[in-house]
């Protein structure tokens, strides 16, 4: 059973950054497709980066070029690099795991809880 546990979130003001954490059990960050997603209340959730096992990535639009995922495969973890903050990144954000598929940017088998981002003027 794959776990996964995020950590980082906070209150940053515009144009901040963060780095958000993803502990991962098992050798899961090293053996399956990673993404992060972020949700606000009312919305659908909405996926925002992807991370192969090889080191592919890919990003959403709306955070390319201000965000970084990555990971390190001997911790474990994945991570969210964010930047250049802006008020509409405010939203709880959440990493998830999955086998490689066709589409391996949308992985949604395993998730983890959730870490809370605000960003404010």
């Known amino acids: 059973q794959v776990q996964l546990a995020e950590s980082g979130g906070g209150s940053v003001y515009t144009g901040g950054s963060l780095r958000l954490s993803c502990a991962a059990s098992g050798n899961t960050v090293s053996r399956y497709c990673m993404g992060w997603f972020r949700q606000t209340p009312g919305e659908e959730r909405e996926w925002i980066a992807g991370l192969t096992p090889a080191g592919t990535t890919r990003y959403a639009d709306s955070v390319q070029g201000r965000f970084t995922i990555s990971k390190d495969n001997a911790k474990n973890t994945l991570y969210l690099q964010m930047s250049s903050l802006k008020s509409e990144d405010t939203a709880m954000y959440y990493c998830?795991?999955?086998?490689?598929?066709?589409?391996?940017?949308?992985?949604?088998?395993?998730w983890g809880q959730g870490t809370q981002v605000t960003v404010s003027a």
């Open positions: 998830a795991a999955d086998s490689c598929g066709h589409r391996w940017w949308l992985p949604s088998k395993y």
